[in-house]
C-alpha cells in the first residue's frame, strides 16, 4: 500500500525567506507526482506535476524536484510571501491509476 | 486544465438530514472523483462516478449513504444521506486533465457541518 507522508506538518517563516517543504512515497513505482496548494475550507489548487520520467519542474517562484528511487519530493517556494500561507499537499498516482495524499504542510509567512 | 464548480460552498445540516452537492465541469470527462476531507485529515476516495454506468465505491463507503449520479459527461451529484456529526467534512470534486499529463483538478469544495 503506498503512504504519503509530508514533512514537517506545521511551519512558520517570515517573509522573504525560502521555504522547504518535504514530501515522501513509500512505493517508488508511481506514475506522477503533484503539489497542491489548499487554503482554509478550500479545494485544492493544482500548482505543479511531475511525470515519474522528470527530475523538477517550475513554475515562477516555485520549484519542485522528485527523487523516486529515494521516494522523495521536495517543493521550494522562493522569497516566500504572506499570500503564500495556506497548506500544501502532495499526491502521487500510482496502480491501477490509484492516487494517495499526504495530510500537507500548513506553512504561515509572517510579514 | 478544468474549471469545476461545486455547490453549495458551505452549508450546516441537521441531524438525520440529508445533503445534495453538485459538481459541473467545463469539458467532458469520463471519469469524476468524489473525495471527503475530514477535519484535519487528508483526502480520502469516496467513489468513481462514471458516466452511463453505477459508480464505483471504495472500501467503507456504500451506495445507500452516498448515492451518486452521473447524467451526463460534464456533470455529477454527490448526496450524503441521513447526516450525522461526524460527515462534518469538506466534500471534493475532482477529474482528471485530457491530455496524457494525468493532472488532477479539483472543484472549490463543498463544507459541511452537521449538529
Known amino acids: 500500500k503506498q503512504e504519503v507522508t509530508q514533512i514537517p506538518a506545521a511551519l512558520s517563516v517570515p517573509e522573504g525567506e525560502n521555504l522547504v517543504l518535504n514530501c515522501s512515497f513509500t512505493?517508488?513505482?508511481?506514475?506522477?507526482l503533484q503539489w497542491f496548494r489548499q487554503d482554509p475550507g478550500k479545494g485544492l489548487t493544482s500548482l505543479l506535476l511531475i511525470q515519474s520520467s522528470q527530475r523538477e519542474q517550475t513554475s515562477g517562484r516555485l520549484n519542485a524536484s522528485l527523487d523516486k528511487s529515494s521516494g522523495r519530493s521536495t517543493l521550494y517556494i522562493a522569497a516566500s510571501q504572506p499570500g503564500d500561507s495556506a497548506t500544501y499537499l502532495c499526491?502521487?498516482?500510482?496502480?491501477?491509476?490509484?492516487?494517495?495524499f499526504g495530510k500537507g504542510n500548513q506553512v504561515v509567512v509572517i510579514p | 486544465s478544468a474549471v469545476i464548480s461545486q455547490k453549495p460552498s458551505r452549508d450546516i445540516c441537521q441531524r438525520g438530514t440529508s445533503l445534495t452537492i453538485q459538481c459541473q465541469v467545463d469539458s467532458q470527462v469520463t471519469m469524476m472523483f468524489w473525495y471527503r476531507q475530514q477535519p484535519g485529515q487528508s483526502l480520502t476516495l469516496i467513489a468513481t462516478?462514471?458516466?452511463?454506468?453505477?459508480?464505483?465505491?471504495e472500501s467503507g463507503f456504500v451506495i445507500d449513504k452516498f448515492p451518486i449520479s452521473r447524467p451526463n459527461l460534464t456533470f455529477s451529484t454527490l448526496t450524503v444521506s441521513n447526516m450525522s456529526p461526524e460527515d462534518s467534512s469538506i466534500y471534493l470534486c475532482?477529474?482528471?486533465?485530457?491530455?496524457?499529463?494525468?493532472?488532477?483538478?479539483f472543484g472549490e469544495g463543498s463544507r459541511l457541518t452537521v449538529l
Open positions: 462516478a462514471n458516466q452511463g454506468s453505477e459508480a464505483t465505491y
Open positions: 475532482s477529474v482528471r486533465d485530457r491530455s496524457n499529463t494525468g493532472e488532477l483538478f
Open positions: 499526491a502521487v498516482t500510482y496502480g491501477n491509476n490509484r492516487l494517495a
Open positions: 512505493d517508488s513505482a508511481i506514475y506522477n
